[in-house]
C-alpha cells in the first residue's frame, strides 16, 4: 500500500517485475478512515505510473466502489482487470444484454483477462458475452493448488473453443496478446532471433465437458491437448515421443547393457532434454 516503496522496488528489478497488482482489498469489511473504498486502486494507480508499468485490477465491487467506477474512471488505457467473468462482476444486465460499460472501456483501452482460477469464472458470465462479441484480450489460468476447475493452461483455451472463439484467435490471446500487454514483446512469438519456446497442441475431437467455478458444466466437442513443450530450444515434456526414434531404429548405444556407473546411458539419442 506504499505506492512510493512499490515504485521504487519495480524500478530496481525492471527484468523480473512487469507491473503492480491491486487484489482483495476490503471486499465486506466496514468503511473506516484507514480503510476508504478506492485506496488499493488508487495507490496501485499511482505506482504504476511513477513506475510507468501496467495495473492489473483484482476486484470486487461494493455500492461505495461500483465497476462501472473502475473501468471507466478509474483504470488508465493498457491497465488490465483480471477476472472478467468472476460471479461479482454485473457484465451481463438483467435484460440479458452486454453491459455497455464493457465495450466502452475497451474503446478507451482498458484490457480485460480472463484469469480463470478456482473462483473466478461462470459460463453465466462468459457464454452470453461471447455470443454477443465480447472475448477478454487474454486468456490466463490463475492456476493455483486445490483448483480443480482450471486444470491446465491448455483446458482454459479449451473451454475459449467451446465458446465459439477460433483456434488462431484462442491462440493470439494466449500469446501474442499478453507478452503484449506486459510490454515484453519478445515473449509469445516465433519470430527469427526469440528463443524458440513452443508449445505443440493436438486438436481433439470428440464429447468432451467442462466446469466452471460454479461447478456448473459445458458440454463440448473439442479439446486441445499438450503434446510438446520445448523452452529455448530444449525439450521439457515430451509424453508421447514426438521427437523420439521408434525404440527398433534407434542406433547401437540403446541396445548397449553398461557394465559400469560412468558408462555410456543406453538412450537412442543425445537430443537435449531435461
Not at 523480473?16 to 469489511?29: D, P, Q
Not at 461462470?122 to 486445490?146: C, E, M
Not at 483448483?147 to 483446458?155: E, G, L, P, R
Amino acid at each position: 500500500m506504499d505506492s512510493t516503496l512499490c515504485a521504487e522496488t519495480i524500478k530496481k528489478y525492471p527484468d523480473l517485475i512487469v507491473g503492480v497488482k491491486s487484489a482483495h482489498y476490503w471486499t465486506k469489511e466496514a468503511w473506516d478512515a484507514e480503510h476508504v473504498p478506492w485506496a488499493a486502486v488508487d495507490r496501485a494507480i499511482e505506482c504504476a505510473t511513477v513506475a510507468n508499468v501496467p495495473l492489473m485490477v483484482d476486484f470486487w465491487p461494493r455500492p461505495e466502489r461500483t465497476y462501472e467506477d473502475l473501468i471507466l474512471k478509474k483504470m488508465r488505457p493498457g491497465d488490465i482487470h483480471t477476472h472478467v467473468f468472476a460471479q461479482q462482476f454485473p457484465i451481463i444486465l438483467a435484460d440479458g444484454k452486454l453491459n455497455p460499460a464493457i465495450r466502452d472501456a475497451r474503446a478507451r483501452g482498458v484490457i480485460f483477462d480472463v484469469g480463470h482460477g478456482a473462483g473466478s469464472f461462470w459460463f453465466r458470465n462468459a457464454v452470453p458475452a461471447s455470443k454477443q462479441g465480447f472475448v477478454p484480450d487474454s486468456i490466463s489460468t490463475d492456476l493455483h493448488i486445490g483448483d480443480y476447475t482450471t486444470v491446465s493452461m491448455n483446458n482454459v483455451m479449451s473451454k475459449f473453443l467451446a465458446l465459439g472463439v477460433p483456434l488462431d484467435d484462442v491462440i493470439r490471446r494466449s500469446t501474442v496478446n499478453p507478452a503484449s500487454e506486459i510490454h515484453r514483446s519478445e515473449l509469445g512469438t516465433l519470430s527469427i532471433g526469440k528463443d524458440a519456446d513452443i508449445a505443440v497442441l493436438d486438436l481433439m475431437h470428440g464429447h468432451f465437458g467442462y466446469v466452471d467455478c460454479g461447478v456448473a458444466k459445458m458440454d463440448a466437442n473439442a479439446q486441445l491437448m499438450a503434446r510438446m513443450t520445448i523452452r529455448a530450444g530444449r525439450i521439457l515434456y515430451d509424453p508421447s515421443g514426438l521427437s523420439m526414434v521408434q525404440w527398433e531404429k534407434a542406433r547401437p548405444q540403446y541396445f548397449t547393457t553398461p557394465d559400469r556407473g560412468e558408462s555410456l546411458p543406453a538412450r537412442a539419442d543425445d537430443y537435449p532434454r531435461d
